[in-house]
C-alpha cells in the first residue's frame, strides 16, 4: 500500500509539474515577438536621407530590398542579440523571473523577381530563419529553445509611399534540452505600409495588418492543444531619424487578440509595445545597435477564467550582419 501512495504521489507531483511547465510555455509562446519578414523589416527601417538602401523603379516606386530588374535576388544575415528581460516567461507580477537572454538568428530568402505595373511594383518572397534563444542567467535553461520561422509574401508598393501585401508565415518553437516541439503556427495575413518624409532626416512608418493563427501548443492529458489559436489586428506607428551616423527608430504597437478556443473562449488581448532602437553602420552590410522596450498586456479571462495581464522590459545590444547577391 505504502508503495502504491508513493507512486500516485509521485504521478500527481509529476503531472502538477507538466501543467505548469506547459501553462509557462504557453505564455511564452503566446508572448514571443515573432521576427518580421525581411523586406518589411527593411520597410519600417527605411530612411528619409539619401543615404536610404531603397532602390526606385521606372515608376518611381521605391523597393525595400535592393533588388535586380529581373531574375531572382538572394539575401542572407546574421543577428545576435544579448539582453535583460524582466519577464521572460509572461506572467503575473509575483511570478516574474528576470533574466539576461542570449539569441542567435541566421535568415535568409529571395526575391522572386520585380513586376513593375502601371502603378505598382509588385515582388514575390520567399524566406525562412532559425533562431537559438538561451536564458543565459537564473533557473530557466529547461526553456531554452529553438525558433523556426518561414514566410511566402507577395508585396505591391506604389508610388504615393503606400504598399498593400498579402502573406504566410510558420513558425514553430522545440525545447533544446527535451527535442521536443513545444509550438507550431501556421498564419495567412493582410496588410498595409504607408511611409513618408517628415523631413529630410526623418521618416514616418505607418502599419496596420490582420492575422489568423491556426496553432498547435505544449499539452499534457485534457489539455486543449489548440488554446492559442487566435485572430490577431494589429497597428504601429514608428520613426526612422538619421542624426549623425546613428539611425534612431522609436515604435509604438497596439496589439488585439480575440481567442474562441477551449478555455481561451472569450479571451481578448490589448497588448502595448513601446521600443526604441539605434543603430550603428559600420558598413552596408554590418551594424550594432542598442534597444530598448516595454509590453503591457491587459486580457479579459476566458471560460478557463484564469489572468494572463502581465508587464515586461528589455534592454540590451546586438549586433546585425547581410549580404545581398
Do not use: C
Request: proline share 4%; net charge negative.
Amino acid at each position: 500500500m505504502k508503495i502504491l501512495n508513493s507512486s500516485l504521489l509521485f504521478a500527481l507531483a509529476t503531472a502538477i509539474a507538466g501543467g505548469q511547465d506547459a501553462n509557462q510555455i504557453q505564455n511564452r509562446s503566446d508572448s514571443e515577438s515573432r521576427p518580421q519578414p525581411a523586406p518589411l523589416e527593411a520597410a519600417s527601417n527605411k530612411s528619409g536621407s539619401e543615404n536610404s538602401s531603397f532602390s526606385e523603379s521606372d515608376t518611381g516606386v521605391q523597393r525595400p530590398v535592393s533588388l535586380k530588374n529581373k531574375g531572382i535576388t538572394t539575401y542572407f544575415g546574421y543577428d545576435s542579440k544579448y539582453f535583460y528581460r524582466s519577464n521572460p516567461l509572461a506572467t503575473d507580477s509575483s511570478a516574474k523571473q528576470p533574466t539576461g537572454m542570449w539569441t542567435n538568428t541566421f535568415y535568409g530568402g529571395s526575391g522572386l523577381g520585380v513586376f513593375d505595373m502601371d502603378s505598382a511594383v509588385v515582388t514575390p518572397y520567399i524566406g525562412a530563419s532559425w533562431t537559438i534563444n538561451d536564458y543565459a542567467e537564473g533557473d530557466l535553461g529547461q526553456f531554452n529553445y529553438n525558433s523556426t520561422n518561414a514566410y511566402a509574401l507577395l508585396l505591391a508598393q506604389y508610388g504615393n509611399g503606400w504598399s498593400a501585401r498579402v502573406g504566410f508565415s510558420y513558425a514553430m518553437d522545440r525545447s533544446i534540452d527535451n527535442d521536443t516541439e513545444d509550438y507550431r503556427d501556421y498564419s495567412p495575413s493582410i496588410g498595409v505600409m504607408k511611409a513618408y518624409a517628415l523631413s529630410p532626416s526623418t521618416t514616418g512608418i505607418f502599419d496596420a495588418s490582420i492575422s489568423s493563427h491556426d496553432t498547435v501548443s505544449f499539452v499534457i492529458p485534457g489539455m486543449n492543444e489548440s488554446k492559442l489559436d487566435n485572430t490577431e489586428y494589429s497597428l504601429s506607428y514608428g520613426l526612422n531619424h538619421i542624426y549623425g551616423d546613428f539611425v534612431i527608430l522609436p515604435k509604438y504597437k497596439l496589439s488585439y487578440k480575440s481567442f474562441d478556443t477551449g478555455g481561451n473562449d472569450g479571451r481578448n488581448d490589448l497588448t502595448h509595445i513601446l521600443s526604441l532602437k539605434i543603430d550603428y553602420p559600420l558598413s552596408d552590410s554590418f551594424k550594432i545597435s542598442a534597444f530598448t522596450g516595454f509590453t503591457s498586456r491587459d486580457s479579459s479571462t476566458g471560460q478557463d477564467n484564469v489572468n494572463y495581464d502581465y508587464e515586461s522590459y528589455d534592454a540590451g545590444a546586438s549586433l546585425g550582419l547581410t549580404a545581398r547577391f
